[in-house]
């Protein structure tokens, strides 16, 4: 009997001192137990009376009051002053921490877990009922331990999801971006096109000849092809398929595929009403005007034709169109207009021009090209009409194997486009890289290369990278500790990028392309190689043989498309 109600006695005596303890953790105005914030007990400095912050907020007045325990006056800092007594809030905490773990009902230790009624027990309360009703009970560290496994593998599952979700919002992201780049080229090509038609149909008013006749319809042929391009375009948008690479071209092979022409007869037309315009010429020519004007309201109406075959690609950055002088005054109906008017109000910007642009204010053209987008070198732009911040658009460069593109022009004409493949991981990549955008600062476009290394033998390379700056050309390196030799070494084959410092510093944006395999022999520094142009290296090699200048045009990054791998 002493052994039965000895354990009654010391329980009691446990909850009456942890009773006790509640009461001096708790303050004596709202009874809340002290915690970390609002309820953080503070002092009285005259009587030594301890309440939590929030109750001594509602009682203090303008300048004094009274301690809600003994009414001493308190006349002293004010409430947002006094300082926290941080020995009674940790014990308060640790308290709490205590209880947690002790059975409210007994004050023993919470040992087990009753999976039926969902509730931690002690030895007395699995004693009591739990064993007797037959509940399944587990010892608190089983419980624990299968709960923690459980949460971990819920929480890698969300952090999945969540990975997921990201990478579907950001595929989302590029392919608005890429459907408004295209947009945006859609226009300049539309806007051409008109323009084009507009003086075709301007001259065929006073053809009066066979030959005038045959070249005025060989010009519309051509228009026509054109609008192909524009359908072509759109339609890219919505089909499915692998995404392909197009050849670089030289120069002539470009042209021949701009000449390629289409029967008028293969496309269905459509008229459209025409916008009346004031007119200032005699009344016959008026007529004739109109005439023109509905003729080109049908060439824009052009519906898309998904039948003819898209050009492998569009003619290089930088080379000169075809275009026809502005035309008159006088506005081109619905379609278009004179690109340098000012736009009326609620009217839309025409041609539609995107860009990049950085937080200092430099901006990149942004075009639709080769079935993806291409960033352009940041330059000082100013009359694009949609932009994108560079970090978002820099978020969207594959990091592994960022592609950029080079432009080789000579005397004034384009010999062709370039694209390398770099090694994301490595900083001499990531460095090219920033010389072909020009994030930091110096960019190669308008760089000369400047030599031809072993011309003829094993191991030929075109050799460039001194960078253009306000000062002059450079070929300092704009990041420090770039990759030399070890694990970069690799053999000289063609198509390879190589680094051409020689370790040196002051060299750093240097390097060579190599034209002619060297078996055996290796680079020392790798970081890309050609994937398609090298056709337009060996055109450079050729060119600098002849004493020319071979001048990088223009450079950027490629920024893939996932609209055909949907």
């Known amino acids: 009997m002493i052994l039965m109600t000895k354990q009654p006695i010391q329980a009691a005596a446990t909850n009456r001192e942890k009773g006790k303890m509640a009461d001096d953790l708790t303050c004596a105005v709202c009874s809340e ?9 503070v002092m009285l400095p005259v009587c030594g009376h301890t309440f939590c912050r929030l109750c001594l907020f509602h009682v203090e007045g303008s300048s004094s009051f009274n301690c809600p325990t003994c009414r001493a006056a308190h006349a002293g800092p ?10 009674l809030l940790n014990l308060a905490e640790s308290y709490r921490k205590s209880n947690r773990s002790k059975c409210s009902e007994h004050g023993s230790t919470l040992e087990f877990w009753c999976r039926e009624c969902r509730e931690p027990l002690c030895g007395h309360c699995l004693l009591g009922s739990h064993v007797r009703e037959g509940h399944q009970v587990v010892k608190a560290k089983t419980f624990v331990d299968e709960k923690s496994k459980e949460i971990s593998t819920r929480g890698a599952q969300l952090e999945k999801s969540i990975k997921d979700k990201k990478v579907t919002l950001v595929n989302n992201i590029k392919n608005l971006i890429t459907r408004i780049t295209i947009c945006a080229e859609e226009s300049e090509l539309l806007n051409t096109s008109v323009e084009k038609a507009y003086g075709i149909l301007k001259d065929n008013v006073k053809a009066s000849s066979i030959e005038s006749v045959l070249v005025s319809s060989s010009m519309m042929d051509s228009v026509v092809m054109e609008l192909h391009k524009l359908s072509l375009i759109s339609s890219f948008r919505e089909e499915n398929g692998g995404r392909t690479r197009c ?8 042209i021949q595929g701009l000449d390629r022409q289409e029967s008028i007869s293969e496309v269905e037309w459509q008229v459209l009403p025409v916008e009346e315009t004031e007119q200032t010429a005699p009344p016959k020519e008026q007529e004739q005007e109109a005439a023109a004007a509905r003729g080109i309201s049908r060439v824009a109406s052009l519906e898309n034709s998904r039948e003819a075959n898209l050009p492998e690609e569009h003619a290089p950055a930088g080379q000169a169109s075809n275009r026809n002088e502005n035309p008159s005054n006088s506005s081109i109906g619905a379609v278009g207009g004179d690109q340098h008017d000012t736009p009326k109000r609620n009217e839309t910007p025409w041609p539609l021009k995107c860009c990049v642009i950085t937080s ?7 075009k639709w ?4 987008i291409h960033m352009y070198a940041l330059a000082e732009l100013t009359d694009a009409h949609l932009m994108f911040h560079m970090s ?9 194997k960022p592609e950029v593109f ?4 000579v005397d004034g004409r384009i010999l062709g486009r370039i694209y390398i493949r770099l090694q994301g991981h490595l900083r001499r990549a990531q460095h090219f890289l920033a010389l072909c955008l020009g994030t930091l600062g110096p960019s190669y476009r308008g760089s000369k290369f400047h030599g031809v290394a072993k011309r003829g033998a094993p191991g030929e390379t075109l050799a460039g990278g001194r960078y253009v700056t306000p000062e002059g050309t450079s070929g300092k390196g704009l990041m420090k500790d770039l990759e030399w030799g070890g694990k970069c070494m690799q053999e000289k084959a063609v198509g390879r990028v190589v680094g051409a410092s020689g370790g040196k510093s002051e060299l750093d944006a240097f390097f060579h392309i190599c034209t002619r395999d060297h078996e055996g022999n290796k680079f020392a520094c790798s970081f890309g190689q050609v994937v398609s142009g090298m056709e337009v290296v060996h055109s450079a090699v050729r060119q600098m043989n002849c ?20």
């Open 33 to 41: 137990a002290y915690a970390a914030g609002n309820r953080e007990p």
């Open 360 to 366: 200092e204010g430099r901006n990149g053209r942004l």
């Open 78 to 87: 004010s409430v947002v002053r006094l300082p926290t007594v941080y020995a």
């Open 547 to 566: 004493a020319k200048s071979v001048i990088i045009a223009d450079t950027g990054v490629t920024i893939p498309s996932l609209l055909r791998q949907q």
């Open 406 to 409: 080079m432009d080789l022009r």
């Open 392 to 400: 978002l658009l820099q978020s969207l460069i594959p990091s592994d």
């Open 247 to 254: 050849k670089s071209r030289t120069e002539t092979e470009v």
């Open 369 to 372: 090209e080769n079935n993806s």
